[in-house]
């Protein structure tokens, strides 16, 4: 599982990008992110490889992030 995290001034991104094997653990911690920084949006796309973009203001998405980091170390 790859995640990146990106600052572009007002609004930020974190990329969560993953194979299919990793498909539960994947959706886990997006989920989670989801959940625990409200304001933030999820785009998915991909099957094999499978990429998700979540974006909204800065402070929300390094919440969103830190969340990430965490439910994919479990």
Same mark, same amino acid.
């Given at each position: 599982? %790859?995640?990146? &995290? $990106?600052? %572009?001034? /007002?609004?930020?991104?974190?990329?969560?990008?993953?194979?299919? &094997?990793? &498909?539960?653990?994947?959706?886990?911690?997006?989920?989670? /992110?989801?959940?625990?920084?409200?304001?933030?949006?999820? $785009? #998915?796309?991909?099957?094999?490889?499978? %990429?998700?973009?979540?974006?909204?203001?800065?402070?929300?998405?390094? #919440? /969103?992030?830190? $969340?990430?980091?965490?439910? /994919?170390? #479990?």
């Amino acid at each position: 599982m %790859k995640i990146e &995290f $990106n600052d %572009k001034g /007002a609004v930020a991104t974190v990329t969560v990008t993953s194979t299919v &094997f990793e &498909f539960r653990r994947h959706k886990r911690a997006v989920d989670t /992110a989801l959940l625990l920084a409200p304001g933030t949006i999820a $785009n #998915r796309s991909g099957f094999f490889l499978m %990429k998700t973009v979540i974006s909204g203001p800065t402070a929300r998405v390094i #919440r /969103a992030y830190k $969340n990430v980091l965490r439910e /994919a170390a #479990r």
